[in-house]
């Protein structure tokens, strides 16, 4: 994998304590103000949903479903990050949005063993910057979270 | 034959097949065109290649006019491409035309086009080809001298008739006009132009020729305008026909004077210029944007409102207008003609009479009726059913109907026409019509109905029973109807779709279905109602009125039995639901008990109820939008509707709310409710449902069962314990489910019975099954019961009646143990099964003794039941089984390279990701893309089979069927080099 990408462009941002990258690639756009609805459904990791020139997305908060407790994304004015795959399309709720910064693939390295999060399938990898870890979401994983992944509690 | 008509009745593979021919054709039309300018080798096999595979699909789907007409073309095109046959312009119109046809086939393979005459002129052009003339022969230098002659003729005698219509006209506006004179002008225009048409496709020049002389004609103008003043009537064609190369003339020196533009005008081809393929998603895209620009129009009309920009106003209602009708015009655009469906019927009547030995010719009217594409597609499986049902039910066969003094041949009217804004399907028929006594009498006894409300039932409710769930009056099974799918899945299809069906009957005059059907999916008149912090949106047709209650009312309505709330509506009680309590607990604003307020009654196909909420607000025609899938699983939301003001509001999907609100399962036919399994809506299997000795209701998977003969009693013979019956010329050994079914079936003289044939280990054996009670769709949602007997692997529920699941397997092995019944069947253990193989673990297989132990099979299956069974009966196998839930899950374990796999078995139908998709997964892996792949399914179609095998399945087997997937899965394992010799050991 690492061979054939030479470098990641990733978007980063903030959620909690922790910093987030995602493929620009995959980002359709970003969103600031659309407004969220909640849902009548019982999944711990779904905030809402939101209406984005008529398509109805469900807003993942991404926070709850990693088990990140100092999150805000998802419960007030918030940031969207559209992601989209082949078929899908999510929105993330995210605290803040920072960067985009190109990494060199090779410094992508798999999570540490004792890494704990809850749903930590949808991390790629992660990257060790100065300031701290930059956790590298897989893109394909986070638009196609199954109900279990998203009806999880902290 | 049968098949090939089945496969003709996928309409998915039917567009697909439309869709790929037209592109196909659509080249060749491209590819002919760029052929007349010069021999071009890749073109003409380009051209071969589209037709041969059109050709290929076409026989594959059983659309013979299509095939046979390609297959011509194709002979012809070989030729060509092998050069010998040399394609002139003569050739190229005549393959033109039949190409136009072929379209035509594909769009419509059921019209009918004058296919042999067609066929005949391209065998004709073949024909005068075979003695090709060398080119720089002197016929052809002495045919082009004789065009060019005829071309100089022309163009004097046109000159020559524009002198004369020019006389003509003088002597017109002369008003001294001699009757005569007219008629000549034109005839001799007339004459110029047969003469320049004749000529025009022997050489292009020559054509241009003529047409710039025309624009002499256009040139010296004032000519249209004269002559229209003149006599109109008669100088229109002279007219139309000077207009025409006048205008391409015009073109085509301007552009250079491209050779290609042919003067003769053909309404043909621009008919199908003024229409193009958009592919459905740039539609919906559009229908999307459209939505969302209405949504920002109202925000900017609200903006205008309230900062009192009066100079804006005018603006804004312009925009209000605009988007408006464009919102209209791109929902116009989702709309097809119902012939589309239409189209396919007159085959399947045709096939019918076959089968049924009856005699009916089949109306059509309407046709040109448009509705939107997709309640077009949800309507073939329910129209299709109706006519199946009109054929086998209604229409009589010829000699009763003679004898009831009807015309030997029944008549079957399909018909579509609009009406209040809404389209009407109308199917009627002149055969014996519904029976009333005899449905009254099965709704009874089937507890439909009370016997003395039945009484009191109008003509029309009754014959509206036929739509209960549960209902059948069919006797005999026949491969026509009785397929398990009954009049209420039609009706619940077509309520699905936001239609409503009726009938009416006269009582050996024939019947009528009425359906009535919106116009378009996409925008649903609907009820928004307000409860907690959600709107919800209820589809207009579920709902039946709304009652609003004081406090006052409640105590007096408001019944409470066993905590199910009832209200007493219309001199009934209506089973309540309240909102709230459907919603998770983390939805509700305050936990504290719902206050009765308003109800909103609800009619589906299958439940009436209340619903009660805290306020009703308006009606509003809403866009309905697909909800995200991992919301869609929740089960009672069927999807988003975006508001006027923006907001979103959830349409509720009733089955779903019932289904949370647990209605219509009775408390005490739930067994435990530690053992119930949540039921999973999409999955069901046909099971034939009869009754056993006892007065329970009994089911068999339809799948399970070879086939059910009718047959006279007396035909099955006792011989020791055994019980035999003849069978195509063989001994079938007959098998009761319940002691002394025979002697009893016997004792009441039945005149007939049925025995479901099966099969065990290659050997088949009947069923003695005194009465069939229906064949239907069942739920797989079965709850095990380890306790019962072994012939009963578990209970469900079928319109509320708890059915007992029988299994066969089981049941035959138990008999067969029993002591007096001679063991024959040892000879055949291909594939061990039930308890013979627990002792032994290891089988023959050839000359190598297999220790089955060795293979790891993973089994992805999500409906807990089936997981149970077939992981049971593989581990009785002596396999090693692994089980995950959904498909998902097994990718997960798959992915672990620790985990060692030998075979996956997999479910087709599955949430989060399904067997196709599973499979994909698997092949596209590296490391386990030779892992044998075995699927198991309800879904037994050639489609779902066909896209299997696309997707890498290796084996196709039928759930419940314990011995051919034990075989499959013994055969895959054991097949070629996908296991190390390892696993074998020599027999000792």
Same mark, same amino acid.
């Given at each position: 994998? %690492? ?35 909640? $849902? ?15 398509? $109805? ?17 998802? %419960? ?23 960067? $985009? ?40 994983? $986070? ?12 | ?41 890749? !073109? ?82 073949? !024909? ?128 250079? !004077? ?6 003769? !005008? ?16 740039? #539609? ?10 209405? #949504?920002?129009?109202?925000?900017? #009309? ?89 054929? @086998? ?50 709704? +009874? ?108 009312? +409640? ?20 089973? #309540? ?100 399994? @949540? ?139 029993? &002591?007096?019944? *001679? ?78 796999? @030998?075979?996956?078995?997999? @479910? ?17 892996? &590296? ?8 699927? *198991? ?52």
């Amino acid at each position: 994998m %690492s061979n054939t990408i030479k470098k990641l462009e990733l978007m980063t941002f903030q959620i909690g304590d922790y910093s987030f990258g995602i493929d620009i690639n995959d980002i359709q756009e970003i969103n600031c103000h659309a407004r969220m609805s909640k $849902v009548p459904v019982d999944y711990e990791a779904v905030a809402g949903v939101i209406n984005l020139r008529g398509e $109805v997305l469900t807003v993942i908060a991404l926070g709850k479903m990693l088990g990140i407790k100092s999150s805000n994304a998802g %419960s007030g004015s918030s940031n969207y990050i559209v992601v989209k795959t082949a078929n899908h399309r999510v929105a993330i709720a995210v605290d803040k949005l920072k960067d $985009v910064e190109t990494i060199p693939a090779s410094e992508l390295k798999h999570l540490p063993a004792n890494f704990k999060l809850s749903n930590q399938h949808v991390l790629m990898g992660l990257v060790q910057k100065p300031e701290g870890l930059l956790l590298v979401l897989d893109s394909t994983r $986070v638009t196609q979270l199954g109900i279990l992944n998203l009806a999880v509690a902290c | 034959m049968s098949n090939t008509s089945n496969l003709a009745d996928d309409p998915e593979l039917v567009a697909e097949f439309t869709m790929e021919a037209m592109a196909g054709l659509t080249q060749v039309d491209q590819s002919l065109l760029a052929l007349e300018q010069g021999p071009d080798d890749e !073109a003409v096999n380009e051209v071969f290649r589209a037709v041969h595979s059109v050709k290929g699909s076409a026989g594959f789907l059983g659309f013979e006019s299509v095939q046979n007409l390609a297959h011509e073309f194709e002979t012809i095109l070989d030729r060509v491409r092998h050069h010998t046959l040399k394609l002139n312009s003569e050739g190229i119109d005549v393959m033109l035309k039949v190409n136009d046809s072929l379209k035509s086939l594909v769009e419509a393979p059921a019209s009918h086009l004058d296919l042999e005459s067609l066929i005949k002129s391209l065998k004709d052009w073949e !024909a005068k080809q075979n003695h090709p003339i060398p080119e720089d022969s002197p016929a052809v230098v002495a045919q082009a001298s004789d065009v060019e002659m005829r071309i100089e003729e022309s163009s004097n005698q046109i000159d020559a008739s524009i002198v004369q219509l020019a006389d003509g006209l003088e002597i017109n506006d002369n008003v001294n006009l001699e009757k005569k004179s007219v008629p000549e002008v034109i005839e001799a225009i007339r004459n110029a132009f047969s003469v320049e048409t004749a000529a025009a496709p022997v050489s292009v020049p020559a054509t241009l020729e003529v047409a710039k002389q025309s624009v002499k004609v256009a040139d010296a103008k004032p000519l249209p305008a004269a002559v229209n003043k003149a006599v109109p009537e008669i100088t229109a064609p002279a007219k139309s026909s000077l207009a025409v190369p006048a205008l391409n003339a015009a073109t085509t020196t301007s552009t250079s !004077a491209s050779p290609t533009a042919s003067p003769v !005008a053909n309404p043909k081809a621009s008919a199908h210029d003024s229409t193009i393929r958009v592919p459905v998603t740039v #539609l919906e895209e559009l229908v999307t944007l459209a939505g969302e620009l209405v #949504l920002s129009r109202n925000q900017l #009309l609200r903006m205008i409102d309230s900062s009192k920009l009066r100079s804006f106003t005018a603006i804004g209602s312009r925009i209000d207008q605009v988007t408006t009708s464009m919102q209209d015009a791109i929902m116009s655009a989702r709309m097809q003609q119902v012939s589309i469906l239409f189209n396919r019927f007159p085959r399947l009547v045709r096939d019918l009479n076959q089968k049924l030995d009856k005699r009916c010719r089949l109306l059509i009217e309407g046709g040109d009726v448009e509705l939107d594409k997709t309640i077009i597609e949800a309507l073939g499986d329910p129209l299709t059913h109706l006519l199946r049902n009109s054929l @086998d039910h209604g229409i009589e066969s010829p000699e009763k109907r003679v004898k009831a003094r009807k015309p030997a041949e029944g008549t079957l009217q399909l018909k579509a026409f609009h009406e209040g804004g809404k389209v009407r399907i109308i199917i009627e028929d002149d055969g014996a019509g519904v029976n009333r006594e005899r449905v009254v009498q099965k709704a +009874i006894e089937r507890g439909l109905v009370p016997a003395d409300a039945a009484h009191r039932m109008s003509d029309r409710e009754i014959v509206n029973l036929i739509f209960k769930p549960g209902f059948s009056t069919a006797e005999v099974v026949s491969d026509v109807s009785g397929r398990g799918v009954g009049m209420d899945v039609v009706r619940t299809n077509i309520e699905r779709i936001g239609g409503t069906v009726d009938v009416e009957s006269d009582a050996g005059r024939g019947s009528r279905v009425h359906i009535t059907l919106p116009l378009t999916l996409a925008i649903i008149p609907s009820w928004i109602v307000q409860q907690d912090d959600f709107q919800f949106a209820i589809p207009e047709a579920a709902v039946i009125e709304f009652i609003s209650l004081t406090p006052s009312d +409640i105590s007096k309505r408001l019944e409470t039995v066993n905590d199910s709330e009832m209200i007493r509506w219309r001199n009934g009680l209506l089973p #309540l639901i309240r909102l709230r309590e459907c919603l998770p607990t983390s939805c509700r604003v305050i936990d504290r008990r719902q206050r009765i307020n308003k109800i909103v009654v609800i009619e589906t196909g299958i439940f009436q109820f209340g619903l009660a909420v805290d306020q009703v607000c308006d009606p509003e025609h809403v866009v309905v939008k697909p909800i995200g899938n991992h919301l869609g699983q929740c089960g009672y939301l069927e999807g988003v509707a975006v508001l006027g003001d923006g907001n979103v509001a959830f349409i509720l999907g009733m089955q779903g709310i019932a289904e949370r609100a647990r209605l219509g399962v009775k408390v005490e036919s739930v067994p435990d409710e530690s053992v119930k399994i @949540d039921v999973k809506r999409n999955e069901s299997q046909a099971a034939v449902i009869l009754r056993r000795r006892n007065g329970n209701l009994a089911a068999i998977p339809r799948m399970v069962l070879q086939r059910i003969e009718r047959i006279d009693p007396t035909l099955i013979q006792k011989s020791t314990n055994k019980l035999i019956m003849p069978y195509r010329g063989e001994q079938l050994q007959v098998f009761e489910l319940d002691p002394g079914l025979l002697r009893r079936v016997r004792i009441q003289r039945l005149d007939h019975c049925y025995v479901a044939v099966f099969t065990i280990r290659e050997v088949e054996f009947g069923l003695l099954v005194p009465e069939i009670i229906d064949i239907r769709d069942i739920s797989t949602a079965v709850s095990m019961n380890e306790s019962v007997r072994r012939a009963v692997c578990g209970t469900v529920l079928v319109d509320d009646v708890l059915v007992e699941l029988l299994d066969l397997y089981a049941f035959a092995d138990e008999k067969l143990r029993e &002591p007096v019944v *001679i063991q024959e069947q040892k000879e055949i253990p291909i594939a061990p099964s039930g308890r013979h193989s627990i002792e032994s673990q290891s089988i023959e297989v050839g000359k190598v003794n297999v220790d089955w132990s060795q293979f790891t099979i993973l089994l992805a299956e999500d409906t807990p039941f089936f997981r149970n069974q077939v992981q049971k009966f593989l581990e009785q196998s002596g396999f090693n089984v692994r089980i995950s839930d959904d498909g998902q899950q097994a990718w997960q374990f798959l992915s672990d390279e620790s985990n060692k796999v @030998d075979l996956l078995l997999t @479910d087709i139908e599955m949430p989060i990701i399904d067997g196709f998709e599973l499979a994909l997964k698997v092949r596209s892996s &590296p490391r386990l893309q030779d892992l044998p792949i075995v699927a *198991i399914t309800s879904l037994h179609t050639e489609a779902a089979q066909r896209r299997g095998k696309d997707v890498g399945i290796d084996e196709w087997q039928i759930k419940l069927d314990r011995d051919k997937l034990t075989n499959a899965i013994q055969r895959q394992l054991l097949s070629g080099k996908r296991i190390s010799v390892n696993y074998f050991s020599e027999a000792t």
